[in-house]
């Protein structure tokens, strides 16, 4: 089972270039997710999506946006990276808020912005 | 609106001694609140998860954690620390299906 397939895993990138991490779970699950990773900061919620069609910011929006293309796929794109931008990325989906409710994540983007 | 507080950045234990990892949140709701393991240069891996089932709940590796209302915690300890604990700790809580976490706690278990 593939679960939460994230891409690239790493990636290198001048200051003002663009880019998107792509993210596709086979779960069938409605809520999918993107983090920022930062030392001493745990993972900090960027964006969220409920369901296709939808998407709601997180913790720190600023300078990304989120495409919730079908129910598989979550991409985040950075329009104009920047040096504080440098982190590691976990994509994350859940199913729906019961017994079963936990968080599955991808393997992680490490981004570098120079 | 929701917050979660780890108490401890680090914390170091002998081999085989017990382990106390606290966390303290608050919530609007009725949270979910999970305990996720990160080993060095791995993904993350949730230990344990409490949904109002049980106050006490039992994980895997030998943790639990207690849920207490009235302190708004929910710590997590095991009996006796191995070496392969070592790793960085998140307190999660559940709100709304949005999860926040915690900044981290590091263990280190010395020989």
């Known amino acids: 089972n593939a679960g939460v397939t994230q891409t690239p895993k790493f990636q290198v990138l001048k200051t003002g270039q663009s880019m998107t991490l792509q993210c596709a779970q086979d779960?069938?699950?409605?809520?999918m997710y993107w983090y920022r990773q930062d030392p001493g900061m745990g993972l900090r919620l960027i964006y969220y999506?409920?369901?296709?069609?939808?998407?709601d910011k997180g913790e720190v929006p600023n300078g990304y946006n989120v495409s919730r293309l079908n129910k598989r796929e979550f991409s985040l794109r950075l329009e104009s990276a920047a040096p504080s931008q440098t982190s590691v990325y976990f994509c994350?989906?859940?199913?729906?808020?019961?017994?079963?409710?936990?968080?599955?994540f991808g393997s992680g983007t490490q981004l570098s912005v120079l | 609106a929701q917050s979660v507080t780890q108490l401890d950045s680090h914390v170091s234990v002998s081999e085989g001694t017990p382990v106390l990892l606290r966390c303290n949140y608050s919530s609007s709701y009725s949270p979910s609140l999970f305990w996720y393991v990160q080993h060095p240069n791995k993904g993350l891996q949730l230990l344990l998860k409490?949904?109002?089932?049980?106050?006490l709940v039992k994980g895997i590796n030998g943790f639990e954690a207690e849920f207490k209302k009235s302190e708004t915690s929910f710590h997590l300890t095991k009996p006796s620390a191995h070496m392969s604990d070592a790793a960085e700790y998140f307190c999660v809580v559940s709100e709304v299906n949005k999860f926040y976490f915690g900044s981290g706690t590091k263990l280190n278990v010395k020989p």
């Open positions: 994350a989906s859940s199913r729906n808020r019961g017994e079963n409710e936990k968080l599955f």
């Open positions: 409490y949904t109002s089932a049980a106050t």
């Open positions: 779960m069938n699950h409605n809520s």
């Open positions: 999506s409920a369901s296709e069609g939808t998407t």
